[in-house]
């Protein structure tokens, strides 16, 4: 298989939580890039993040990644959180929990990367050009990375039970098995998950 480009954005997201105030350094956007990639299950991928200004995105677009599926390369681009504060106006305690979010979600799309194989063995590309499915793989995408940042899913539900409705309701239909590896990543990375019901709901 030769080289493909994969790529995906994350845009703007007004959800306010709870979340610490703080200054965000360039040493703690790389902490937050190890601590997450280690977590989501992605240290076999040589993964480089570059903090960019929001001049050089496409408007309300704060973060993408870029990647090849072979050799396992992947870059990150991450909008600052002073530009987040000056362009968007954020707060520097809400900056702070953008920055992280963008890298979880960014991570979390090489994460799910294995749901848009065709099925031959060969990368497709991540974005379908259907708005409305397009929309549906970025919200999950972010559902899953907000639950990994949080540490807790809405509405009562188990963490497998959220993992699977996330994944179910995407817009691929990628084999069993590879719906089951991906579910487990996930809720390895959230570590609080019973991996026999991750199993069990994914061969559903």
């Known amino acids: 298989m030769g080289k493909k480009l ?3 954005f994350i845009a703007l997201n007004f959800c306010a939580p709870c979340f610490a105030a703080g200054a965000v350094s360039e040493a703690d956007i790389y902490r937050w890039l190890a601590l997450w990639q280690k977590r989501e299950g992605l240290e076999h991928r040589d993964i480089k993040l570059r903090i960019v200004r929001a001049s050089e995105m496409p408007r309300n677009i704060i973060g993408d990644v870029e990647w090849w599926e072979t ?15 000056r362009v968007y106006g954020d707060s520097p305690a809400f900056a702070r929990y953008e920055v992280e979010r963008i890298v979880i979600h960014e991570l979390m ?17 991540l974005l379908t050009r259907n708005p409305a499915s397009d929309a549906r793989m970025e919200a999950i995408t972010d559902n899953l990375a907000v639950m990994l940042l949080r540490r807790r899913v809405p509405g009562g539900l188990t963490v497998a039970r959220y993992i699977s409705r996330q994944i179910n309701g995407g817009p691929w239909k990628p084999a069993r098995d590879v719906r089951e590896r991906i579910m487990l990543q996930v809720a390895r990375a959230m570590n609080a998950a019973n991996e026999d019901d991750v199993v069990m709901l994914a061969s559903r």
Do not use: C, K
């Open 6 to 8: 994969l790529t995906a």
């Open 71 to 85: 050799p396992g390369w992947a870059q990150i681009r991450v909008v600052g959180s002073d530009d987040l504060q």
């Open 109 to 125: 799309h090489l994460v799910l990367s294995g749901l848009y194989d065709d099925g031959d063995g060969r990368g497709s590309a």
